[in-house]
């Protein structure tokens, strides 16, 4: 263990400049296919006002994320105030940030969690149920989207996309049937998948919770697509708002894959991509991409607050 250890600090400063190196590259790359000018002209026109809506409809997005969750943890046992709830999901999104440590957001919720009530693999298991729900409310936000939207993207691309989703959305489904499976739940090398599906029915178990779950996932996803559409009208990309729900999300999804720092180049290059499908200019595009990717740093600032205040308290006490 302490030789995993060194070998596990000894990466990290090499996986963080690997991250680091490929949003450069990326955000250089998509800098020399745009006007500089034109992409700061555009950022500049976007009215106070706007930004202020969109930071607010951000900050409702993660708190409706934070009571999610807090009832994914109470129905796998544990129980705290949703207060507590709300500063660890702060301080996770504040760590997710693209910042050079060893442990991303989730690692903090399930640190918080497993120091209060001391089992580590349930708080494991609940923060992982809440990316799981997460990600079904986007898939299927985007999938509905999509299926009113259906002359929006070029043929094969729309069937693609469409393929894609349902398949993601069909393999979230079938970790609830997981459980059934002895020879996975009696396996030692798959039995983590058996009790993760044997939590998720813990949570999922009556009509009433899936409904609840389902709809402030969606809810969720929705302010934040709301915000986009904020933004996006301010700088230009003048497009309704089911335009928004059904290109946005893919680029979401893309930014998980940890290729980048906070899916930093990523999220810029696949936006760009997306919307070219469209016909929008690709310079209020990348603006439109830059700056959710700055609001979403501020709308993290107060988990550092909260990180910053628990450093403090147990030194003066």
């Given at each position: ?66 009571y999610r969750w ?169 497009y309704p708002l ?76």
């Open positions: 263990m302490p030789a995993v250890r060194k070998d596990r600090k000894v990466n990290q400063p090499l996986n963080y400049a690997v991250k680091l190196g490929i949003s450069t590259a990326l955000l250089l790359l998509i800098f020399r296919q745009v006007d500089p000018a034109r992409a700061w002209q555009a950022m500049r026109q976007v009215p106070p006002a706007s930004i202020l809506v969109a930071i607010l409809l951000q900050l409702a997005s993660n708190t409706v994320a934070t807090s009832l994914i943890m109470a129905r796998i046992g544990f129980r705290h105030p949703f207060t507590f709830y709300l500063k660890s999901f702060f301080k996770g999104a504040f760590f997710n940030q693209g910042l050079p440590t060893s442990i991303g957001g989730d690692g903090i919720r399930i640190l918080d969690c497993s120091r209060i009530k001391g089992t580590a693999e349930d708080a494991f298991y609940g923060v992982f149920i809440d990316r799981i729900v997460g990600l079904a409310g986007l898939l299927l936000l985007n999938i509905c989207a999509l299926l009113f939207n259906r002359t929006l993207l070029p043929g094969p691309i729309y069937y693609a996309l469409l393929l894609v989703l349902g398949s993601l959305f069909s393999g979230l489904i079938l970790l609830f049937f997981l459980r059934r499976f002895r020879f996975i739940t009696t396996s030692r090398i798959l039995g983590y998948l058996g009790r993760l599906s044997e939590r998720y029915f813990q949570v999922y178990s009556t009509a009433g919770a899936i409904a609840l779950q389902t709809g402030l996932s969606v809810l969720t996803h929705l302010l934040a697509m709301t915000a986009f559409y904020v933004l996006g009208v301010s700088i230009g990309l003048d089911q335009v928004y729900l059904s290109l946005v999300p893919p680029v979401i999804l893309l930014t998980i894959l940890p290729l980048s720092l906070a899916g930093w180049g990523i999220r810029e290059g696949a936006m760009v991509g997306f919307f070219l499908l469209i016909g929008a200019d690709r310079s209020r595009v990348l603006s439109f991409s830059i700056l959710y990717g700055l609001l979403s740093l501020a709308c993290s600032l107060p988990g550092l607050a909260v990180y910053l205040g628990e450093r403090r308290g147990p030194q003066q006490a």
